[in-house]
């Protein structure tokens, strides 16, 4: 292993140790380590079936690791559920983009704020009215303040990228996960929407983790790149070296008129 | 009691065992290439029962017909029941394959009662005996007692289905072409097999096999009109137990249950620790608890293939967008409410009467709509909810309490009756849901059926009439109305509610729920524990209404009553249950004085619903309303 930079020894928000997770029998996480320091823009990448959404799950806690460690912000939260790393600052967007379809956009970023105020268990309050302001204001922040009364169901793919920013940020993540933020996306899109991000990421001191297909993208908006294949980490390092290293090369970019897509 | 006595049961408890197995292979085996959960397929087994019955008497008049006019009614029983089952798939299926289950169990329930009409009519409604089977009339001895050996027989027939169903499953092209339906559905209509024969014969093998187990069961047991319902939710335990779709799973499921059963009759009354328990009264109860002890801990059953549970089929009208009741829906309900104290003032005791059994209806209705709309929780139980209100606030009133602390009792049993199965209930999803949610409510409904001493059993409980101040009509129509309307305020805040959004939220994505920090499961419990406590306030106002109680109250039908009340208004109208409620109550009632075969014609308008407008009344109306809003 390389010696972790200084930023990460100092403040690691995200420490991951030798996550394990097997399928029947086929290991689809095996032996990962890696930490994501505040501020700090990891991406992880690799081919298709490398392990990268799997990760993603066992950080976030939808599935537990068969071994291995997850912690965040000091506190070991291998064996915690989903809700509770959420509320331990864990913001998420996904793959396939998952909104509240039976909402509009504000409805959906007020109810995740009030969700993190713990504000959702009251049967007989009042609505959730009173949390639209912020909602609006953050739907601006990611750039979608006019998508705010738009019926959730009916956006199309890039905007419920946007929208899913906003309520993973409702939360006032620590530890933001992305799944592919720009996929389904036009090429335009995804700088705006990336750049957005970066500057989240440095304004609000959150430790990023994200996936990526597009090497545009990875290149340019991520400080550290974690190279996944087949469940093992092959290569870590700066963008630079990243690009460099004939492994990775080899093993995933090293063929151009083969990019990897997502399903 | 002595080891011979309890072979005998061990034997009997078998013997019924495979007769239930032949029923649940078939159910099992559409499960499988289908996916959709047959609730009519007690309906073949009873046909069959009567088809037998029909052909052997046609040959009873021949001399020397015999075993042989045995045989010939069983096979003739097998083919009427395969070919019916084919036609039903061909006409009314092949609609729903891809539809969400809930709407594909309330059709073929539509199925139940058309079929059960169809029966009425052609034989009549008393029970037909089937005559004993010639060479298998006769008893083996065992010490004192004695082993039938038609018992015999029907474990060796048994014994025989699960051997060819698993040749015909293991070694033949059909079999593959099964096999490779259950497990990607999508593959086999590539490989250019035509996916619609395959259904239409599975279909009909599946009913053809629950009309021989029908057959097989005149000897032992008359043809009667209640058979459908009972075989088929038995039917539906066997293969939740032994995992939907394997045969196999079917097979141990039915022995166990069988077993279990044979057991609880050879135990007789024990004392427990100084409380006699009658063990034979446990019968009906005991099934539905193995379900549910088996769907807790291996919610796949025994040989359940996948241990992620399918989600449910959303209803389209859970993706639609849900805007909250404002002041001019307050407005339309203050004229509904008016419109119901003014009903009975109007009219005649007819119309009273209505008045109350539709302001009570809407009640229950809006409570199950809790857990179909916001929460997407397919519940196919919700009767118990009713019925144990109803019997809460009975028993409360036997004991002395006055009416008013009878109707906290109703809601507040039914409450702590939700929250116990709730719990079980929402760590699943989807078909797997809506049959615990009935098997939950059999439990109940077997309780109250047999335990005579505190609920009357059959004949229930009588004598519920309020006190003097409301026990004219009008008055207990405006009470009732009054508390509907407090309860269906509190129903409306419930939904447009903190937790009521954060439940939508949970239904609409679980994922997205539980990474925003919601507890997905514990919404859905309490949804559950309202929706049910809601249901037994209505359950305690229909007891003083009728005066009088039976275990129909918790029946399997009345939770599907509710279901085409919530789908026939809409999930998301606003007025959706007093639109259900009112049409259904009025619609039952008038078909009901119209007709004896009331069911069938029930029957036939639930299909309408369901293939026509899934989005119910209420939701034709609603979009209607929005789409002239210009929104």
């Given at each position: 292993m390389k010696p972790p930079s200084p930023a990460v020894a100092a403040m690691p928000v995200l420490v991951v140790e030798g996550l394990e997770r097997a399928f029947g029998g086929v290991r689809a996480v095996d032996g990962v380590s890696f930490t994501v320091a505040s501020g700090e823009r990891v991406a992880l990448i690799g081919p298709n079936g490398a392990g990268k959404t799997t990760c993603f799950n066992l950080i976030d806690g939808q599935l537990t690791p068969d071994e291995g460690r997850v912690t965040i912000g000091g506190t070991d939260v291998t064996a915690r559920p989903t809700r509770e790393r959420a509320r331990r600052g864990v913001g998420r967007t996904f793959q396939v983009a998952a909104s509240f379809a039976s909402m509009t956009v504000r409805e959906n970023v007020a109810l995740a704020i009030a969700a993190h105020e713990g504000a959702t268990a009251s049967p007989v309050g009042a609505g959730l009215g009173a949390y639209d302001a912020r909602a609006d204001a953050l739907l601006a922040r990611v750039g979608a303040a006019e998508l705010a009364g738009e019926h959730a169901a009916i956006l199309a793919y890039g905007d419920l990228k946007r929208v899913e920013l906003a309520l993973a940020l409702a939360g006032e993540p620590r530890l933001l996960l992305m799944d592919e933020p720009t996929a389904g996306m036009a090429p335009r899109e995804r700088g705006a929407m990336m750049d957005v991000v970066s500057a989240l990421v440095r304004e609000r001191s959150i430790a990023l983790l994200?996936?990526?297909?597009?090497?545009?993208?990875?290149?340019?908006?991520?400080?550290?790149?974690?190279?996944?294949?087949?469940?093992?980490?092959?290569?870590?390092?700066?963008?630079d070296a990243i690009r460099a290293d004939r492994r990775v090369q080899e093993a995933y970019l090293g063929t151009d008129d083969d990019t990897p897509t997502d399903r | 009691m002595t080891a011979a006595a309890y072979a005998v049961q061990f034997v009997n408890g078998l013997a019924s065992a495979s007769s239930l197995f032949l029923v649940a292979a078939g159910l099992t085996l559409i499960f499988g290439v289908t996916r959709v959960v047959n609730f009519a397929h007690g309906s073949f087994f009873m046909l069959g029962a009567y088809a037998a019955w029909s052909i052997g008497d046609a040959l009873a008049g021949i001399p020397g017909a015999g075993a042989g006019g045995f045989v010939l009614a069983v096979a003739g029983a097998t083919l009427a029941a395969a070919v019916l089952g084919a036609l039903v798939e061909v006409t009314l299926l092949?609609?729903?394959?891809?539809?969400?289950?809930?709407?594909?169990?309330?059709?073929?329930?539509?199925?139940?009662?058309?079929?059960?009409?169809?029966?009425?009519?052609?034989?009549?409604?008393?029970?037909?005996?089937?005559?004993?089977?010639?060479?298998?009339?006769?008893?083996?001895?065992?010490?004192?007692?004695?082993?039938?050996?038609?018992?015999?027989?029907?474990?060796?027939?048994?014994?025989?289905?699960?051997?060819?169903?698993?040749?015909?499953?293991?070694?033949?092209?059909?079999?593959?072409?099964?096999?490779?339906?259950?497990?990607?559905?999508?593959m086999v209509a590539a490989l250019g097999v035509d996916q619609a024969k395959l259904y239409t014969a599975v279909f009909a093998l599946g009913a053809g096999l629950a009309g021989m187990a029908g057959a097989l069961q005149l000897p032992r047991e008359p043809a009667n009109l209640g058979m459908d319902l009972a075989v088929v939710a038995e039917a539906f335990v066997v293969t939740v137990v032994g995992g939907l779709g394997s045969i196999p799973g079917a097979f141990v499921a039915a022995m166990v249950i069988g077993l279990v059963k044979a057991l609880c009759i050879a135990l007789g009354t024990v004392d427990v620790a100084g409380v006699a328990i009658a063990f034979p009264k446990l019968t009906l109860v005991a099934e539905f608890v193995v379900m549910a002890i088996v769907l807790a801990i291996r919610p796949q059953g025994f040989f359940g293939a996948t241990l992620t549970l399918p989600a449910s089929t959303p209803l389209p009208e859970q993706r639609a967008l849900v805007v909250d009741p404002g002041r001019r829906e307050a407005w339309v309900a203050a004229a509904i409410v008016a419109a119901f104290v003014a009903l009975p003032l109007l009219s005649d005791e007819y119309a009273r009467i209505l008045a109350t059994d539709i302001a009570i209806a809407t009640l229950f209705a809006a409570s199950l709509r809790l857990l179909l709309g916001p929460a997407g929780l397919t519940s196919f139980g919700h009767a118990a909810y009713f019925g144990v209100g109803a019997y809460a606030a009975a028993l409360a009133f036997k004991q002395g309490a006055p009416m008013g602390a009878a109707l906290v009792a109703a809601p507040l049993a039914a409450l702590v009756a939700a929250i116990a199965f709730g719990w079980f209930c929402v760590r699943l999803s989807g078909v797997y849901l809506a049959m615990l949610t009935l098997a939950f409510a059999q439990i109940t409904w077997s309780i109250v059926f047999q335990w005579d001493a505190v609920t009357g059993g059959s004949n229930g409980l009588i004598g519920l009439w309020p006190p003097e101040s409301l026990a004219d009509r009008t008055r207990y129509s405006w009470f009732a109305v009054a508390i509907v309307a407090v309860a269906m305020f509190a129903l409306s805040r419930i939904a447009a509610s903190p937790f009521g959004r954060a439940l939508r939220g949970a239904r609409d994505s679980a994922a997205r729920a539980e990474s925003i920090g919601l507890d997905v499961r514990r919404l859905q419990w309490t949804a559950f524990a309202l929706a049910g406590a809601f249901a037994g306030l209505a359950g305690g106002l229909y007891a003083f209404s009728k005066g009088s109680i039976s275990p129909e109250t918790l029946a399997i039908p009345r939770s599907v009553d509710g279901l085409v009340m919530v789908l026939l208004g809409g999930l998301n109208a606003t007025f959706g249950p007093v639109i259900g409620a009112s049409l259904f109550t009025w619609g039952q009632d008038a078909l009901s004085r119209a007709t004896d075969f009331w069911r069938a014609g029930l029957g036939v308008a639930i299909l309408a619903i369901v293939l026509a407008v899934p989005h119910g009344l209420g939701g034709v109306l609603a979009s209607a309303i929005v789409r002239r809003r210009g929104r």
């Open positions: 994200f996936t990526e297909h597009d090497m545009d993208v990875v290149f340019a908006h991520a400080d550290r790149i974690v190279v996944l294949d087949r469940g093992r980490i092959l290569a870590r390092g700066a963008p | 092949k609609r729903l394959y891809a539809a969400p289950e809930l709407l594909q169990l309330t059709a073929t329930f539509a199925v139940v009662l058309i079929v059960r009409d169809a029966t009425l009519a052609a034989w009549g409604a008393e029970d037909r005996l089937g005559p004993r089977v010639p060479g298998l009339d006769e008893g083996v001895a065992l010490g004192t007692r004695s082993i039938a050996e038609y018992d015999l027989f029907l474990i060796v027939v048994g014994l025989l289905v699960l051997a060819g169903l698993t040749l015909l499953v293991r070694r033949t092209r059909f079999g593959v072409l099964v096999r490779a339906a259950a497990e990607n559905r999508a």
